[in-house]
């Protein structure tokens, strides 16, 4: 087993201050930090530690091959990425074979639709791995609404929107409360699943949840105008419809 060991950090919904006193500590003293960004920007989980970054720590990044540019279930997008996720776990397990410590950066919480949790299973039993958890953006959108979402006994579902229509639909007549991820370009049937459903009045659309762009509506406020929502976009649709 290597003598390094990684930190997986959850970085939280976007607002710098809302990430854990662990990750502050584990970010203020680590000598190299790793992180995926989308190739040309700065990279959200970097943003977001950038404040609570030891100076000097070494920067490592791996630029995603795609975002959105084909499908996920595409087979040519899933062999890109498993290969991108085996380059950068190898890249990582040198440095920790060095013995150096990593701090891998991961928006929001590491184990709830993280990529860093592919390089966990490319490394886990390789050597020591410290999981950093991370305040998932659900929560900080349905607080930045307002919103209380899930009371007593409510069932909470939480979809993702990449689901083909039939199975979202029924997903959301099932559940008492929902929480709808990766909206991007699924919107449209989003909206149509809410709509079947009979829950489109519920839905409230959350872009950007604390950060300066933070952006909130009723879903059927929301201009229809084609354009995919950014990555940072989640639908909340209440329950709480029971006595209290």
Not at 4 to 32: Q, Y
Not at 51 to 71: K, M, N, Q, V
Not at 128 to 153: F, K, N, Q, S, T
Not at 192 to 210: C, N, P, Q
Request: proline share 7%; glycine share 10%; net charge neutral.
């Amino acid at each position: 087993m290597s003598s390094g060991t990684l930190h997986v950090v959850g970085m939280g919904p976007g607002a710098p201050d809302l990430v854990t006193l662990r990750a502050a500590r584990v970010l203020g003293s680590a000598l190299c930090h790793a992180f995926f960004a989308k190739r040309g920007r700065a990279g959200q989980a970097a943003t977001i530690a950038a404040p609570h970054l030891r100076a000097g720590s070494e920067p490592l990044r791996f630029d995603y091959p795609f975002t959105t540019e084909l499908p996920p279930h595409d087979p040519a997008y899933r062999a890109a990425m498993a290969a991108f996720y085996e380059h950068a776990a190898g890249r990582i397990a040198a440095r920790l074979e060095a013995g150096q410590d990593v701090a891998l950066l991961c928006e929001g919480d590491p184990f709830f639709y993280g990529s860093a949790m592919h390089v966990f299973d490319h490394l886990a039993g390789r050597c020591r791995i410290e999981v950093v958890p991370g305040l998932p953006g659900m929560c900080a959108a349905w607080a930045a609404a307002g919103l209380p979402v899930a009371h007593g006994d409510d069932v909470l579902c939480v979809l993702p929107g990449t689901l083909d229509a039939v199975a979202l639909t029924a997903r959301l007549r099932a559940a008492d409360a929902a929480v709808i991820m990766k909206v991007g370009g699924n919107l449209p049937k989003i909206r149509a699943a809410l709509g079947e459903a009979g829950r489109s009045a519920d839905a409230v659309y959350v872009e950007r949840a604390t950060m300066a762009e933070e952006r909130i509506m009723r879903l059927a406020d929301l201009p229809d105008d084609a354009r995919p929502a950014p990555y940072f976009a989640l639908v909340l649709v209440a329950g709480r419809r029971r006595a209290r």
